[in-house]
């Protein structure tokens, strides 16, 4: 894997991992209501969540590759115009951050796996990812070795996100709530992921 393909895969994940989602919405939910306490154990929660449903998404895409370059590269095609779909979506979204304060005394234990259930059995997660890493990947290169480079990189940044934003929602809460700053993140999010889509397909259309 060249340095340059990883350091696309990184910003890429970075800049999808900032835009608020319904992990996010939870992480934001605690630490509005117990503070940075939260940050911990929820960063953990997300981060095991997330492996979860990146190692499922791994076998999927081992097998796929494994059976036919043609069917991969359908994949790929397939998974550029999800990601199409998911940037305008993600574009048209409103400036609400919607996130209750939850005050609901619970361990750090309990906190970590519900923020590690609410990730891993979101569906969402595993077909974005099926979407999302294939567009990465050099089929000429040992699978295996991309897939735990990428997974790693995206679980810290993961990591570093949720905790991030448990932070920012205990000691900073009119950030999390101002629709400006979230329609900002919403539209350049949603450019960015469109931009990728129809870049992944003229390159394969040019190739």
């Given at each position: 894997?060249?340095?340059?393909?990883?350091?696309?895969?990184?910003?890429?994940?970075?800049?999808?991992?900032?835009?608020?989602?319904p992990t996010i919405l939870?992480?934001?939910?605690?630490?509005?209501?117990?503070?940075?306490?939260?940050?911990?154990?929820?960063?953990?929660?997300?981060?095991?969540?997330?492996?979860?449903?990146?190692?499922?998404?791994?076998?999927?895409?081992?097998?796929?590759?494994?059976?036919?370059?043609?069917?991969?590269?359908?994949?790929?095609?397939?998974?550029?115009?999800?990601?199409?779909?998911?940037?305008?979506?993600?574009?048209?979204?409103?400036?609400?951050?919607?996130?209750?304060?939850?005050?609901?005394?619970?361990?750090?234990a309990k906190m970590m796996?519900?923020?590690?259930?609410?990730?891993?059995?979101?569906?969402?997660?595993?077909?974005?990812?099926?979407?999302?890493?294939?567009?990465?990947?050099?089929?000429?290169?040992?699978?295996?070795?991309?897939?735990?480079?990428?997974?790693?990189?995206?679980?810290?940044?993961?990591?570093?996100?949720?905790?991030?934003?448990?932070?920012?929602?205990?000691?900073?809460?009119?950030?999390?709530?101002?629709?400006?700053?979230?329609?900002?993140?919403?539209?350049?999010?949603?450019?960015?992921?469109?931009?990728?889509?129809?870049?992944?397909?003229?390159?394969?259309?040019?190739?």
């Amino acid at each position: 894997m060249s340095f340059e393909n990883w350091a696309a895969f990184a910003a890429a994940s970075t800049v999808l991992l900032i835009i608020p989602g319904p992990t996010i919405l939870l992480v934001v939910s605690y630490a509005l209501g117990q503070g940075w306490r939260t940050a911990l154990p929820m960063s953990v929660g997300v981060a095991l969540g997330d492996f979860t449903a990146m190692t499922l998404s791994m076998l999927g895409i081992g097998a796929l590759l494994a059976a036919s370059a043609t069917v991969f590269t359908i994949l790929k095609l397939i998974g550029a115009c999800y990601l199409i779909y998911l940037g305008v979506k993600l574009f048209r979204a409103g400036g609400a951050l919607k996130a209750e304060p939850r005050t609901d005394a619970v361990s750090a234990a309990k906190m970590m796996a519900h923020a590690w259930l609410v990730t891993a059995l979101n569906p969402k997660s595993i077909t974005f990812f099926v979407a999302f890493l294939p567009q990465f990947l050099n089929r000429e290169a040992d699978f295996w070795a991309q897939m735990l480079i990428f997974e790693a990189t995206f679980l810290a940044l993961a990591f570093a996100n949720a905790f991030g934003y448990a932070l920012i929602a205990a000691r900073a809460r009119n950030v999390v709530r101002n629709p400006k700053a979230i329609r900002i993140f919403n539209r350049t999010g949603g450019t960015l992921l469109v931009g990728a889509g129809i870049a992944t397909v003229a390159m394969r259309s040019g190739n």
